[in-house]
């Protein structure tokens, strides 16, 4: 719970902006640098971002958790009981080896994950003296004043202390999806939190407009840390997860069979009960791929860290996974299908002549707005930078920000001829302003904008755009001076001229894009420019742009319909950012994975929707916040890399889940058949977990492993009747050749109780490394050679099953004894027979 509850007594936003100042220190123009540094070491920030790395201990202490680890410690458990002190001892030192060995592995994931996500953290501007100073979030303190504007997040709870149309979004704290307005002023001690409409919380996100605000809590002192038990829920099930736990449920079913029916078998030849027991539980443990948690840390972070090298980061290890199963991908198309380096190319008038006055007013605009910055006016202000216009003689009066309905900007300054009155200049999209004007300029004066000339207006600007240009509209009013201006003065407006915008598509974007084509992902346009423009761009770029919807046609469609049309539209026009999350939605609801890019404010929605959402370094807190990879660069072909890495990743974790549960359910499959047969048990626990524990080992190195080219061309996903289908089938033929063995043990050799031990160690595990070579591969495994990681780990393996029997006192603590030259070399043929069944088993069943 929160610190400071919600009462009467801690009602900051009840209390005048001057007292608020006189308790916290602070006044209009922020703390000092001395104070704020002196309340930052006084103040435990607690981090209550989803991205906050855990500790060593709570990485070490996660090991423990797994319920093979809690068999593995019932199984020590026993043997204390029974005072089997190297039994205990065994087994413990199996499950500390375990447990370090995924500790290690995690730790230096969630090691390199941390410093990746360092640069994405996330920063606010905040007065000091005075001076706005650009600092981390999580160093913001009670008494400091935050400047806030469109994109933004809101770092602290506070009160408003001004604001100019300062929409906030703040559905997470109240659940409210529509933004609400905040300005300053006072709400009553007892106000809920949806209706205090005086205050910013953490965890909004500014719409809007600007504001400055007064921080009074920070951390877990904030209104969302009163509710910060939402962070420790578990995120959403992902598909990948989802296939983990549906995997672990078989598994469970098979282990439950086999301890049953070892326990039944061994019961009923009256052998000793806790032996038996310490050998089912073996068993069980033997089944399981204990170190798979650690694996698919492993795996995704060595995934994570290769695709930072290529300029993707991610900020969500599991998504890497999402990354490579994608097969729809909605963008905008602004830097990513163009080169996003807007230029100016034209200030026009009405009839479309070049205009220096509606180039001064664009400049007067651009350079007096003091919003969301964006790159239509970051143009405007490069292309008049050899002759700026003078703005010197204009004062700016008041402004009236973006926003997604209006589409347009106004800023009001002083008329050159009159101090009694105020010029209103209002850029946008074309139909937005045309929609506020009465009135047409003719050489400076004013004339009544009919229907004709609507008509032609709208012909001339759709011909703008199928040649590519995107048109703002600028207007202009002369008004009677006051103090304050709303949206309602945008109203009987004077049309000056147009401004002609070019973003020419980017040169390799239409090779990029038939390259996705081949991997199975359908790219579709999601934007809110307008169909003209639009369509010109796909025709450039090879992109099929016959099917379109606008966002009016979108607005009348019922859900029913759209997940219809989405399958078939590639171009979605004139959208708003409500309209694109209900396009992503649409497209999971038929069945698709889709992933977003996008890097405003209003791709926050969808970003968060999408089964990927991924924005850009450079893009606004809000969107780089609702994303789960970040590109360093707004490429396509960056994230066909990622693709290409996620599916990587995802392969080689399927690889070791196939792979060592077939080897495991042969292996021990093998061991519950024969124990009925046999006056010993096939193995001791303790070399059960041995055998488990060494062939474990190469699977670490699954992650560095190389993928074949079939399997990075279609998104894969979890397909839990091939995978068991894939361990019955591969573990049929290894308890084959396992049976092939004990006859030759006991018919031929008639071995011992020792020899047997020993001689099936070697062979299981043996075996268990060959088919690791064998089936990570759909091709002939000497055409597709393994990493070396891999491959050096295997050998090291092979090399210590065949010298474990011969060192004494090792031995003597495993129960192992060396082997007869002839008995070996047998056991070595039987291993070579089982490698090549496994290897003409393996094209049979993908060639089927």
Known sequence: MARHPPDEEDAYWSREIGQLFREFGSSGQGLSPEVAAERMDRTLQHPLSRD????????????????????????????????????????????????????????????????????????????????????????????DVVLLSAGNLVPADGVILEARDFLVAEAGLT????????????????????????????????????????????G?????????????????????????????FVLVRIMIVMVVFVMTVNHLLERPAIESLLFAVALAVGITPELLPAIITVTLSHGARAMSRRG???????????????????????????????????????????????????????????????????????????????????????????????RRLTVVITDDDSPSRHLIVTKGAFANILDICTTISRDGIPHPLNVAERTRLIAWFEARGTEGYRVLALATRLVTARPRYTRDDEKDMTLRGFLLFLDPPRTDAAETLETLASLGIQVKVITGDNRHVTAHLADSLRLPSKTMITGAELAGMRDEALWQQARAVDLFVEVDPQQKERIVRALQHTGHSVAYLGDGINDAPALHAADVGISVEGAVDVARESADVILLEPDLKVLRQGVMEGRRTFTNTLKYIGITTSANFGNMLSMALITPLLPFLPLLAKQILLNNFLSDLPSVAISTDRVDAVDMERPQHWDMRRLRRFMLMFGSVSTVFDLITFMILLKVFEAGESTFHTAWFVVSLITELAVVMVLRTRLAAWRSPPSRVLLGTTVFVF??????????????????????????????????????????????????
């Open 175 to 218: 659940g409210e999806s529509f933004p609400v307005e905040k300005r300053p002023g006072i709400t009553a001690a007892l106000t809920p939190l949806a209706q205090r409409t005086n205050c910013a919380y953490l965890g909004s996100s500014v719409r809007s407009g600007t504001a400055r605000m007064l921080v009074t809590r920070t």
């Open 312 to 406: 993707v980061i991610v900020r969500h290890l599991e998504s890497i996974e999402n990354l490579g199963n994608i097969d729809v991908l909605c963008t905008d198309k602004t830097g990513t299908l163009t080169q996003g380096v807007i230029t100016l190319s034209e200030a026009v008038d009405h009839a479309g002549r070049p205009s220096r006055e509606v180039r001064r007013l664009a400049y007067l605009n651009a350079a007096l707005e003091t919003g969301i910055d964006n790159p239509l006016d970051a143009a405007i202000l490069k292309a008049c930078a050899d002759a700026p216009p003078p703005i010197e003689s204009h004062r700016k009066i008041d402004e009236i920000p973006y926003d997604f309905s209006r």
């Open 799 to 848: 090399l210590a099953a065949l010298t474990i029997p011969y060192l004494g006192p090792v031995a003597a603590l495993f129960g192992f004894v060396p082997l007869p030259g002839l008995i070996l070399a047998t056991m070595l043929l039987v291993c070579a027979g089982y490698i090549v069944a496994t290897e003409a088993a393996k094209r049979w069943i993908f060639f089927r």
């Open 52 to 143: 906050s790395t855990p500790s060593a201990w709570r990485i070490f202490a996660r090991q423990f958790r797994s319920p093979l680890i809690l068999i593995l410690a019932f199984g020590a458990l026993v043997s204390l009981l029974v005072h089997d002190w190297v039994e205990a001892a065994i087994i413990l030192a199996i499950v500390l080896g375990s447990a370090l060995l995924g500790f290690i592995q995690e730790f230096r994931a969630s090691t390199a994950l941390a410093t990746l996500r360092q640069r994405l953290a996330l920063t606010t501007q905040v007065l000091r003296d005075g001076q706005a100073l650009t600092v981390p979030v999580d160093r913001v303190v009670p008494g």
């Open 220 to 248: 877990a002192d904030t209104a969302f840390g009163a509710i910060a038990e939402r962070l420790a829920e578990r995120p959403p099930e992902t598909a990948f997860s989802r296939g983990v736990r549906h995997f672990g």
